[in-house]
């Protein structure tokens, strides 16, 4: 693949000087919809791409298109947006979900044992049998899964499955064997090995993990580079043509700068590196430029102050309904939250701080408020998640210019449990959309792919409904929480561009921004719901040049 | 500075498939030479560079110059020499040296003491106190100095510094304690704490360096993006447009990407990784693309094999004549050199293996002609310094493909230190370049710049007279072992640009190669040796641009 790709891309990455590479071009025919910066929606028929992969112009009807094009492409009707951007997912991750073995589709745990019996019998020289994907909410079990179930279907290789929100491990007793896990073992801060009668039952939650992952043969480069390619494949094919990567690593990132320098990167990475070392080891003394002809830059560190809700690593001001003894994990003292944060403001670097119980998202909000005093001017403080908020809290997220990372398909994916976790009085701050919007807070929206699918079209769905792909709860879960059409689309377009400081370059088709664009069969501004569900992306465009199209693949391999 | 050159090198970046950013010109009135790839000598008197900066042509007075030029720029009739290239340099080091206390011009150890009581009074601020060069054996000491000595001219802060070759450091009292060193410490596997009545008197010879080296605080990128630019200006200054850097940590290869990414890495980097993990961690599945206009690549690793003469660090194949208890340090196992070399080898990597002492450079040979089996074609494999060859062993440094990398002005600085620690009978191998050329093996000259001087007109009059600063010894040191002014001169372009897969781009003025070039005053292949260590640079070119102008600096700060 690298290599056919190779002089096309040599030719994009000199584009911005060079007039052969590129050409001045019209996309016809088209239903075109996009916000401008300010989220005004605008309907058009056609677009002039210049010479640098640029929007030029957007037609109608009305206006007379330019005689001297080199290229004329027929959108042949269909709907025209601006690509997607996933304000928040995991770029390697997903790579890795592509690479390994995925148990996100089983809906019970003997599904998952025999997809795992098989997979193992598939792949039989692995050292480790690696996956990720489970979620014992949904299998029903209204427990945890076990090691010796696990070894009832894999018993002989070490086995480690990553759960669904990546905030869980489930090992099998080779797995704990080899990572010398046993009653005396002790969970360490900001984790916990569950336990039976003082024995480990196979779950190690959050930081517990690393006790096992550890032990898991560390992917080569070559790996990371097919891992990169997949995950551009995917989101390519979604209509994703950017995304903040939440907690890049030097290795992600060495990945990601192979893809740049062969010139096979076609996609557009907003990183944001995993802690404040990789943040320095990354990008030295302040953010990359963007690199690439604006493919990729680390402008951010990632910081975790909490778990999530599943597997009760959430932090929350109160008991956990369901675990009266349990108030979940706080990952970062006060003090050690706002020096992490401080260091990354001095230098000009964007905190992104993952805060998923209302503990923890006023802690966050309160550094914030803290650090707004010594680092002012145009930060655009970011909260990932921002799933349960005290109601007390949420005026608060209109303040300071806090950009709230949230994910739509979340809400429809966790509501049960939520339920279950919080009991109904502390639902009012749950994934409470619209109020951080009418407290003149800002939503960026994504995916947190690998933990859910990327795909946008099931998140507009459900940030506009409320409802999961099966339509349930109709009417939607707390109704009042829904946000516009519009306004779902701009979080998943020029708001994500403004959360990655990008909103000049991306995120709208209004002229002067990059050509990145998708057509597709659906208009989210009319469809229903579940029409929206459906939306089949026709083709990807990055930069003004074809990247995807659903009947011929742009790049054989 | 990074400011002002950004725009230029963005259209620098660019020049390869764009007419603009470069223009076609003349380089007249020279008196130029350059050897062709074979290494003949040709002589020309001016030369055509294309709109890309390679040469394009040379021309005699016979010639016609072409009347369609962009510019013309006139030699003065100087002397214009290929760009030089030091194959074996530590960037970041001399970029660190030349921001910190620097020993090297000191003659005794009383100057040296004043040096660092001065410089500890004039930064205050420093935590610690950093530097590096000195020598004892130049103080005519006959004995290391001592942490009390050091005391006397800095007690209140940690002070250490670094043996002007890199295998020893020197710390005061405070800097032990700091490094809880006393008594009671062993020396380290490949390192020794120098002790007398069982005390430790302050010098950490090679490994043991890191004791006390792991308390230092860790540079900021802004200090690595610093000493880059003060390490640039520095090699350009003297000449020098290609340098094999021998020890590219992944910090110094983020520093290298930040100064190509903003524009203004101005000459070119041949990266040896320090180690293979770094390597992997650099560079993935294989040797990098050239990046920058081919300003930089990761192409191969260095390893250590044993350490230096003068800390007696050398692995010598019986004792040191002044030491009859020690034959120095074997860094790397028999089976551990071999993994490494083959780690490296099989993903086209270049090893580079530093080896000092004969029974070092035996094993390396002997570990060379064990991989060739495996690993065949053009592998360039590398021995850097091959100071102390076994004269039963140089035959076999003509076999292999084997490039020795060399560094001629170490056996100036050496000879009367390497007399004393090998006695005459061992000497027959020692700085053997002549007999290594004889034998068929291919020489490739640097100056191991912070150690020396990385003036490479020092290097070339050592080379072809093996006489000192000061013409001592009349006639030279062992003088079959002097090269000729054309071999000289070689070793310091095209032999070095072969020793890192670049000859095909650098290292010759003849069609096709980067035009890097340097105006100098004086003739190598007529002056006398010490009318060449008296060369002055007057311009420095890379890639068809100006880089260094001795009056007036190219890029004004």
Redesign the interface.
């Known amino acids: 693949m690298k290599r056919k790709i190779l002089p096309l891309l040599?030719?994009l990455?000199?584009g911005?000087?060079?007039n052969?590479?590129y050409a001045d071009g019209l996309i016809s025919n088209v239903n075109g919809i996009t916000l401008d910066e300010e989220g005004k929606v605008i309907r058009f028929e056609a677009m002039l791409i210049d010479a640098n992969g640029n929007v030029s112009q957007l037609l109608t009807s009305k206006d007379k298109a330019p005689k001297q094009l080199d290229y004329n492409h027929d959108g042949k009707g269909q709907i025209m947006l601006p690509g997607m951007i996933d304000a928040h997912g995991h770029v390697m991750g997903l790579g890795f979900q592509l690479l390994t073995l995925d148990l996100s589709g089983t809906n019970s745990l003997e599904e998952a044992l025999a997809a795992i019996k098989k997979y193992a019998a598939d792949n039989p020289d692995r050292k480790w049998i690696i996956g990720r994907g489970w979620n014992q909410e949904k299998w029903g079990l209204g427990r945890f899964p076990t090691a010796k179930e696990l070894d009832s279907a894999v018993a002989d290789m070490p086995v480690w499955l990553e759960r669904v929100d990546g905030h869980a491990g489930w090992a099998n007793s080779m797995a704990m064997q080899i990572a010398k896990i046993d009653e005396k073992s002790v969970s360490p801060n900001g984790g916990r090995i569950e336990k039976i009668d003082g024995k480990p039952i196979g779950i190690f939650i959050d930081a517990a993990s690393e006790l096992v992952q550890k032990h898991v043969p560390v992917p080569?480069?070559?790996d990371?580079?097919l891992a990169l390619a997949k995950a551009q494949e995917k989101l390519l094919s979604l209509g994703i043509t950017s995304i903040a990567d939440m907690g890049t690593s030097?290795?992600d990132w060495?990945?990601y700068?192979?893809a740049g320098?062969?010139g096979w990167l076609s996609f557009r990475i907003f990183g944001y590196a995993a802690g404040t070392e990789e943040m320095?080891?990354?990008?030295?003394?302040g953010p990359?430029?963007w690199?690439y002809d604006d493919k990729l830059r680390l402008g951010g560190v990632k910081l975790y102050l909490d778990g999530a809700l599943g597997s009760r690593g959430a932090w929350l001001k109160k008991p956990y309904a369901d675990a009266p003894t349990q108030t979940g994990l706080q990952f970062l003292s006060f003090s050690d939250l706002r020096n992490y944060m401080a260091r990354a403001a001095m230098d000009g670097f964007q905190p992104a701080v993952h805060a998923i119980g209302d503990a923890a998202n006023a802690d966050v909000i309160d550094a914030i408020e803290d650090l707004s005093q010594t680092y002012g001017g145009d930060r655009r403080w970011r909260i990932e998640h921002v799933q349960i908020v005290d109601p007390a809290d949420l005026p608060k997220l209109g303040q300071h210019g806090i950009i709230s990372s949230m994910q739509p398909v979340h809400q429809t994916s966790d509501r049960l449990m939520a339920e279950v976790r919080l009991g109904q009085e502390r639902l009012n701050g749950a994934y409470a959309w619209q109020s951080i919007i009418k407290a003149g807070g800002r939503l960026a929206l994504g995916s947190d792919v690998p933990v859910e699918s990327a795909d946008p079209f099931a998140g507009l769905a459900a940030a506009i409904s409320r409802e999961d792909a099966d339509g349930q709860p109709f009417g939607g879960w707390l109704p009042a929480e829904r946000v516009t059409r519009e306004q779902a689309l701009a979080g998943f377009t020029i708001d994500g561009a403004y959360a990655a400081f990008a909103e000049k370059k991306l995120g709208s088709l209004t002229p002067g921004h990059r050509a990145d664009f998708i057509l597709v069969d659906t208009d989210p501004l009319l469809a229903s719901p579940s029409q929206i569900r459906k939306t089949k992306v026709l083709e990807t465009w990055v930069g003004g040049r074809p990247v995807y199209n659903h009947i011929k693949k742009m790049d054989e391999k």
Not at 280 to 285: R, Y
């Open positions: 040599t030719a990455l000199c911005l000087s060079s052969a590479a080569l480069p070559r990371r580079d030097i290795d060495q990945a700068r192979r320098d062969a320095v080891k990354i990008a030295g003394p990359t430029p690199l």
